[in-house]
């Protein structure tokens, strides 16, 4: 039934069980007067915050717009959603795509990463060429196509 090393036979090594992960991911305009400087600020705390709950994702700022991944435990992910909807520097929140899934993250490294806009489209391609489970592949495709659809300045827009 089990091997030398205790792991029951037949059991792919890989097969560990994932964490249940939620994500969020939203666009949103910049209120006026939240320049390149105060975005910095914005991502140095985040990272800080982040780091400290297991949160990871990244951030696109460009043409006024944010358009943010966050991924982490669905409790520490509500509590940054409610911190963010009551955050003045931006407004229009529009939220993209969120749900649980027993997944990989797709940014394991980044505490919060600043993206420029124009490299949007190749971190979300990258991501979509490295994963392997179906809900983020469609959950990218999804996203692109939406960039596709417009530019992203226009993804707040009613
Ligand atoms: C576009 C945008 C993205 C943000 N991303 C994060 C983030 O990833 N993590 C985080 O802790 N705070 C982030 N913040 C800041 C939060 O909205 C909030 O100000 C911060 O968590 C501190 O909340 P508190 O003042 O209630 O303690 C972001 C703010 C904006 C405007």
């Keep these: 039934m089990f091997d030398e090393y205790g792991i029951p036979r037949g059991?792919?090594?890989?097969?560990?069980?994932?964490?249940?992960?939620?994500?969020?991911?939203?666009?949103?305009?910049?209120?006026?007067?939240?320049?390149?400087?105060?975005?910095?600020?914005?991502?140095?705390?985040?990272q800080l915050h982040n780091l400290a709950h297991g949160i990871t994702g990244v951030l696109v700022f460009g043409s006024g717009v944010f358009f943010q991944w966050i991924e982490g435990p669905a409790a520490q992910i509500h509590k940054l959603i409610a911190r963010l909807h009551g955050d003045s520097r931006h407004y229009d929140v529009v939220s993209l795509s969120q749900s649980e899934e027993e997944r990989e993250r797709l940014y394991p490294d980044w505490e919060m990463e600043k993206v420029e806009a124009e490299d949007i489209r190749m971190v979300l391609t990258d991501a979509l060429e490295s994963a392997e489970d179906k809900s983020n592949i469609s959950a990218l495709k999804r996203i692109l196509k939406q960039l596709d659809s417009g530019p992203l300045d226009s993804l707040g827009r009613s």
């Design 11 to 46: 059991a792919e090594l890989n097969e560990v069980p994932l964490p249940a992960l939620y994500h969020f991911v939203y666009c949103s305009r910049a209120a006026d007067g939240v320049d390149d400087a105060e975005v910095g600020r914005i991502v140095k705390a985040a």
